[in-house]
């Protein structure tokens, strides 16, 4: 018997009902007639939907394939639309350009190498590689740096891509972000200009110079750039809040003959400044291209009417936006944002254990749920709380805390000085100092052993004979360890970690890692936590208990795949839960102590409020706590954060939070 089967036909112009398949504000925006138009899409208002119909839209209306240009931040996003362009119209889509501003730069730059020095076949550095190259020109061409530190390449790296990406000259970038190297400037400047020599000299290109050179190719050889200005008749750009100066100057470049643009974002949640976003691109937009048709898609398809009123009205404060209020499709539910003030930050990752175990029971999936900080190091409690209470979780933000590279190593200098046969904390600490690396540790170790002999007599390793670059580095060490022992009778484990900060390892993070402030914040977190603890014993079982336990196994009432997830807010833009938990939500946490310094800071803070609110389907709660300890100086009051105080009390529905004793059962 035949087997019977369709041949469909391919669509074909006005095949589409778009009054059918989009909203009113949608449909307005995908047929925007041409020229500029500035499209600002509230969060779950259907961004990508109303950017994959434009461009079918567009091919409906004749327009070549080959003469639109799709850009986006993320090349799953820009995989996502051209298929759905493909399941519109099928065969229509092919010839598109699509892709990250960085794919889109090395496709040009293949074809016309030479327009910007380089050669054909050149290679494209991957941060490993660019950070290799670095630490080349640092030790082959040389640096003065008797008697202060330099950054090194990571942090070199890192400071020379902000310069590029934001158009800032070294200077100001130090001034900004890294004010304890202002003095190394000229250092720096012109290790950048030997990094730049030896890049062209090796036919290599790193990331940034995807764009850079792309836009240093249309400014140089105009004849390039007519090229691609003709060919490019409707350019279409995704995430625009999040354009630095490379990508916004790329896109007027090519739009400069037909003007036919259109960006798309939502100026509420440009969060990303600190790594070279420039929040003016989409704010000026009108300014910046007379004429622009404005689009505001406001109706949210995402959350319950109770979180969309808390949003709404927790933008209010920026002075600096385009106003707009998200507008429900969904029906009400049955209760508010919770808003739950505990009485210490221990407490606080209590509740949430606790909640997010009853609302399992209900029937909510942990993969639905997620917690949500500012910072990395907010998570500390929650994930204590967590592996004791046997919840899985994933951690987008990073490593589990203990994890952290920075963790363990001033746990090194605690384990020495209550074993001193630990090898391994040993190497890792004489691996932190200059010019000691696996093979000078292995010996130093052979030589430590025998000197110390299972005592904590540091005084006995001096006058070892280290590499002449690590000496002043070997003696401060020693120095360190001593004073952990005093008179060989260790300091309580707080005191301890904050004498290896001070002491060492605060200097060794701002020249090895271009995030120091975070990191800083990790270890005085370890150092309130480690106040309850009397004894360093006491403290480094606890922590390796903890690193320890595997909670990934199967849970009661949870499937074995199911986790909580666990994210900073900047890694959470985007994606969505049905329950949200938004934690430390007080003044100096959340907004950060740093961001109080200027009002675009307090203004980004209160965006990164607006997108964790957003991120809620159903059920949002919002903690902080009233009391933490300081690391130091005993407990601190917490005030609510101002974000919290500005919005109307009946948004939230106040919880009041009791302690009860633990069940007599409980091993913890």
């Known amino acids: 018997m035949a087997r019977s089967y369709t041949l469909h036909t391919p669509a074909t112009a006005g095949s589409i009902d778009f009054a059918a398949a989009l909203n009113e504000q949608q449909l307005a925006a995908v047929q925007s007639p041409p020229g500029a138009s500035l499209v600002i899409a509230g969060a779950g208002s259907g961004k990508t939907r109303t950017l994959t119909y434009r461009v079918a839209w567009l091919l409906e209306q004749g327009v070549p394939p080959s003469s639109i240009l799709l850009l986006t931040f993320t ?33 040009i730059l293949r074809r016309h190498p030479e327009g910007v020095g380089f050669r054909e076949g050149f290679s494209i ?17 040389g640096v003065v740096t008797t008697n202060k530190r330099f950054p090194k390449a990571g942090v070199l790296s890192d400071i020379f891509s902000f310069s590029i990406n934001t158009g800032s000259p070294i200077s100001k970038v130090l001034a900004v972000k890294y004010r304890y190297f202002i003095p190394l400037a000229a250092d720096i400047e012109r290790v950048q200009g030997q990094y730049e020599a030896r890049k062209k000299e090796a036919n290599s290109m790193d990331f940034d110079d995807l764009l850079s050179k792309t836009l240093e190719l249309f400014l140089t050889n105009p004849e390039i750039a007519a090229r691609y200005q003709d060919q490019f008749r409707h350019i279409l750009v995704d995430e625009y809040q999040d354009t630095n100066l490379l990508q916004s100057g790329l896109v007027d470049g090519l739009a400069s003959r037909h003007g036919n643009v259109m960006v798309v974002g939502d100026d509420a949640q440009s969060i990303y400044s ?10 000026r937009f009108p300014e910046t ?8 898609i406001e109706t949210n398809y995402r959350s319950v009417p109770e979180v969309l009123n808390l949003a709404n009205a927790s933008i209010l404060g920026n002075e600096k936006q385009f106003p707009k209020n998200l507008a429900p499709v969904r029906k009400a539910h049955p209760v508010k944002p919770a808003l739950v003030a505990l009485p210490t930050n221990t407490q606080q990752a209590a509740f949430v254990a606790q909640r997010v175990m009853e609302l399992l029971d209900e029937g909510i999936a942990l993969e639905e749920m997620a917690v949500l900080y500012r910072a990395h190091y907010h998570s500390m409690e929650v994930q204590l709380e967590f592996t004791k209470r046997g919840i899985p979780f994933s951690i987008t933000s990073g490593l589990r805390f203990f994890e952290q590279a920075h963790i363990k190593d001033v746990a090194a200098f605690l384990k020495l000085t209550i074993n001193p046969r630990d090898e391994t904390a040993f190497k890792r600490m004489a691996r932190l100092l200059p010019g000691i690396g696996g093979k000078t540790a292995e010996s130093l170790w052979q030589r430590t052993s025998d000197a110390l002999a299972g005592t904590t007599n540091f005084t ?12 002043k580095a070997w003696d401060h060490l020693l120095c360190t360890l001593c004073d952990l022992v005093p008179e060989g009778a260790p300091l309580k484990p ?3 970690i904050g004498c290896v900060l001070f002491a060492v390892y605060e200097d060794f993070m ?19 936590f480690a106040q309850q603890f009397e004894t360093t014993e006491e403290f480094l079982s606890q922590l390796s208990l903890l690193s320890g336990l595997e909670t990934s196994e199967a849970f009661h009432g949870a499937a074995e795949q199911e986790k909580i997830t666990l994210s900073t807010l900047h890694q959470a833009k985007g994606l969505e839960w049905k329950v949200v938990f938004l934690i430390w939500l007080a003044d100096g946490m959340f907004p950060s102590s740093r961001s109080l310094e200027e009002p675009a800071g307090i203004e980004e803070e209160r965006r990164l409020f607006y997108v964790g609110i957003t991120r809620c389907m159903d059920e949002l709660y919002v903690t902080y706590p009233e009391m933490r300890l300081g690391a130091g100086y005993g407990e601190v009051f917490q005030r609510p954060s101002r974000f919290l105080t500005e919005v109307p009390e009946v948004l939230f529905e106040q919880w009041d939070v009791t302690s009860a004793a633990a ?6």
């Open 460 to 471: 006995a390793l001096r006058g070892f004979k280290v590499p002449a670059k690590s000496q």
């Open 494 to 496: 707080s005191n301890m």
């Open 125 to 141: 550095m991957d941060r490993e590689d660019s950070e290799d190259m670095i630490a080349s020109v640092l030790a082959k061409d």
């Open 274 to 283: 600190w790594r070279g976003a420039n929040f003016e691109n989409i704010l």
């Open 663 to 668: 069940p007599k059962d409980d091993p913890f």
């Open 289 to 296: 291209h007379p004429g622009a048709k404005v689009y505001k």
């Open 510 to 528: 701002k020249e090895n890692f271009a995030n120091f402030e975070a990191r800083r914040q990790d270890l005085e977190t370890l150092q309130n």
């Open 75 to 107: 090349n799953k996003a820009a995989k996502e639309m051209i298929e759905r362009v493909r399941d519109l119209l099928p065969g229509a889509g092919d010839g598109i350009w699509n892709g990250t501003f960085h794919s889109i730069g090395n496709r």
